[in-house]
């Protein structure tokens, strides 16, 4: 499953339907920690992100947490209840500061149905999502901690990364209980696997910051090849 969206919704619009989304919404900022949208909660409204990443996570039966997904610049979140009107799937939460339009869930139903092109990008993301979570689930049943943590590790570098003397910096500041539910594990468990990493001098980690020191081993043990 991968944490970033393929095709950011905003982007994949037109540029009059864009503007026409942006312009039907109210412009609201989150800190980082703030919870824009709170699972099982029964509002409808959506959110465009203009700027800023957001962490969208489910509890599990374990009293824990699941990361599904990153979203950041040019993604909506919240549009599957706006769409269907049950309650919210999942709870998403500002990782840093992000801006936003937000969107009643009648007002981007009828800016969905007044354009085709619009409601058939959302179908193919709502789409995608599916297809995503099926792969997280064989994923968490097959793959050890290490080649799942691997697999993020790569997303991570090739969607927010940057070139370093030292490396490929990470800058999103994902603390390790998120990396542990970003890969289904327990934060244990991912701590170690982040000392095997940095035994093996993959990896440099600090207080929210990661240096990838060779992405091509990391891409081997995502691939589960030792």
Same mark, same amino acid.
């Given at each position: 499953?991968?944490?970033?969206? &393929?095709?950011?919704?905003?982007?994949?619009?037109?540029?009059?339907?864009? $503007?026409?989304?942006?312009?039907?919404?109210?412009?609201?900022?989150?800190?980082?920690?703030?919870?824009?949208?709170?699972?099982?909660?029964?509002?409808?409204?959506?959110?465009?992100?203009?700027?800023?990443?957001?962490?969208?996570? +489910?509890?599990?039966?374990?009293?824990?947490?699941?990361?599904? @997904?990153?979203?950041?610049?040019?993604? %909506?979140?919240?549009?599957?209840?706006?769409?269907?009107?049950?309650?919210?799937?999942?709870?998403?939460? @500002?990782?840093?500061?992000?801006?936003?339009?937000?969107?009643?869930?009648?007002?981007?139903?009828?800016?969905?149905?007044?354009?085709?092109?619009?409601? &058939?990008?959302?179908?193919? /993301?709502?789409?995608?999502?599916?297809?995503?979570?099926?792969?997280?689930?064989?994923?968490?049943?097959?793959?050890?901690?290490?080649?799942?943590?691997?697999?993020?590790?790569?997303?991570?570098?090739?969607?927010?990364?940057? &070139?370093?003397?030292?490396? %490929? +910096? =990470?800058?999103?500041?994902?603390? &390790?209980?998120?990396?542990?539910?970003? =890969?289904?594990?327990?934060?244990?468990?991912?701590?170690?696997?982040?000392?095997?990493?940095?035994? /093996?001098?993959?990896?440099?980690?600090?207080?929210?910051?990661? +240096? =990838?020191?060779?992405?091509?081993?990391?891409?081997?043990?995502?691939?589960? $090849?030792?």
């Amino acid at each position: 499953m991968s944490l970033f969206g &393929q095709d950011p919704f905003l982007d994949a619009l037109a540029r009059e339907d864009r $503007r026409a989304l942006i312009a039907a919404g109210a412009p609201r900022s989150y800190a980082p920690g703030d919870v824009m949208v709170r699972e099982r909660d029964t509002t409808t409204f959506v959110l465009a992100i203009l700027s800023g990443w957001s962490v969208v996570s +489910v509890g599990t039966e374990r009293g824990t947490r699941l990361i599904l @997904a990153l979203r950041g610049a040019g993604e %909506v979140v919240g549009d599957l209840a706006a769409v269907d009107q049950h309650p919210r799937s999942a709870t998403v939460t @500002a990782l840093g500061p992000v801006e936003c339009v937000v969107l009643p869930g009648e007002r981007f139903r009828r800016f969905l149905s007044a354009r085709p092109a619009a409601t &058939q990008l959302i179908m193919r /993301q709502l789409s995608a999502r599916l297809r995503s979570a099926d792969v997280e689930r064989r994923s968490l049943a097959s793959e050890p901690v290490l080649q799942r943590l691997a697999a993020r590790l790569v997303e991570l570098v090739e969607r927010a990364g940057r &070139q370093a003397p030292e490396g %490929v +910096v =990470v800058d999103l500041p994902l603390p &390790q209980h998120d990396l542990a539910a970003a =890969v289904g594990a327990t934060r244990e468990a991912v701590a170690k696997a982040l000392r095997l990493l940095r035994g /093996q001098g993959l990896v440099e980690t600090g207080t929210r910051r990661l +240096v =990838v020191k060779d992405i091509g081993v990391l891409r081997l043990l995502a691939a589960g $090849r030792d």
